[in-house]
């Protein structure tokens, strides 16, 4: 397949990943769907295996390879989330994956790659730089260079998070999607035009990380410095093929601040106990900043990713951790009961050093003894509010 998928090949993989990927769920988002006048649903994609969507393009890619490739070795370039999943994708087929992050990777994300089986290589100043160095040790070692926004198959993997929303809520005519790259959006792009009725498709980046946005804009690639620590968006600019398939596809881009991002975050822990990272805040921070234009219509937002640090999880709860994290957690617990459980829990661990010793053993003690009876629970509940695949 040579250029962006079509939406039969989408279908196709999503036959792939069947009994491999469970579908994520989709929940309502009542306070948010007050708040701004429209009818708020979460795609929670922070529920799939690394805690991204790029575990399905990946899956799919890698399904794809033929036995010779895969015996050559992958690599690739990310800040995070596509290694993550490459890496997992990979050895999942019994293959070698190289991963090179940029130096202001988040730890979390570097793990994570580790965990997968991934060899993480620390490499560039951005992720620009850092695809640079990935095509030259291909080059090199002889390794297959997986870019996600240039595989086609990658791209119909992650258009199966499209076609699962409308599956599990026919009625939904807006999606609201973070863009890094811009292979997510284009490949739900391909699904939603091709439906029986409009869906109007909004992409969101951080004016930190502006470069696909004002691609968009221009009408051509341009490339911009980032200083967005949500790495899922901190691209200096889109990938061509996926850029081609957004210029036909997508309706608007939109940017938020990185404090709206920050706001963002704690608002999905204080509705729904679901911990995003900056860029599966990002649908959250647009709904919030632009009620106006989705007021009165079924919206979809893709929480794409799970994967963020503790220390931006303590910033995003107050900027005064010594002591507002324990009022959070005493007004929580007499507020929901269900959901506070799993954010004492996550309290108690992002902030246990900012607390006196004798508080914080009191909190963990019992805290400690429920949080993976607690977390499970929480999930279970959220999947079974979501409309049936």
């Not at 258009?159 to 890094?180: F, N, S």
Request: proline share 6%.
């Amino acid at each position: 397949m040579s250029g962006p998928p079509t939406p039969e090949q989408v279908r196709e993989a999503q036959r792939m990943i069947a009994g491999r990927l469970p579908p994520t769920p989709l929940i309502r988002a009542p306070g948010l769907s007050a708040q701004t006048g429209a009818d708020v649903w979460l795609k929670c994609e922070c529920f799939a295996p690394i805690g991204s969507f790029k575990a399905r393009g990946a899956l799919v890619g890698v399904l794809r390879l033929a036995p010779e490739q895969l015996a050559r070795g992958l690599i690739c370039a990310s800040t995070g989330n596509h290694g993550a999943a490459l890496a997992w994708a990979a050895t999942e087929a019994g293959a070698r994956c190289v991963v090179v992050v940029p130096h202001n990777t988040p730890d979390i994300k570097r793990r994570n790659m580790r965990a997968a089986g991934g060899e993480v290589i620390t490499a560039g100043g951005d992720w620009g730089e850092s695809c640079l160095i990935a095509r030259a040790t291909a080059e090199r070692e002889s390794l297959l260079y997986v870019e996600d926004g240039e595989d086609p198959w990658i791209m119909a993997g992650a258009g199966t998070v499209a076609l699962e929303i409308l599956e599990q809520r026919p009625e939904i005519d807006a999606m609201i999607i973070p863009v890094g790259g811009g292979n997510l959006i284009a490949g739900c792009g391909i699904v939603s035009k091709d439906a029986m009725r409009p869906i109007s498709l909004i992409g969101v980046q951080s004016a930190a990380a502006p470069a696909v946005t004002e691609s968009f804009h221009l009408g051509r690639i341009v490339h911009r410095p980032t200083t967005s620590f949500a790495g899922g968006v901190a691209t200096t600019g889109p990938v061509p093929m996926a850029f081609e398939a957004m210029k036909r596809l997508v309706d608007d881009m939109l940017l938020v601040s990185e404090d709206e991002l920050m706001g963002a975050i704690a608002r999905l822990i204080d509705d729904h106990a679901i911990i995003v990272e900056g860029a599966g805040a990002a649908p959250i921070a647009a709904l919030l900043r632009y009620p106006e234009r989705f007021a009165g219509r079924q919206v979809a937002l893709i929480l794409s990713g799970r994967n963020l640090e503790r220390e931006r999880v303590a910033m995003a709860i107050s900027p005064q951790p010594s002591r507002r994290h324990v009022t959070t957690f005493t007004t929580k617990a007499q507020r929901h009961k269900e959901n506070t459980l799993c954010l004492c829990v996550l309290v108690v661990e992002v902030v246990r050093d900012h607390i006196p010793a004798q508080t914080s053993n009191a909190i963990s003690s019992s805290a400690s003894r429920t949080a993976w009876r607690v977390q499970s629970r929480c999930v279970h509940s959220a999947a079974a509010t979501s409309s049936p695949a």
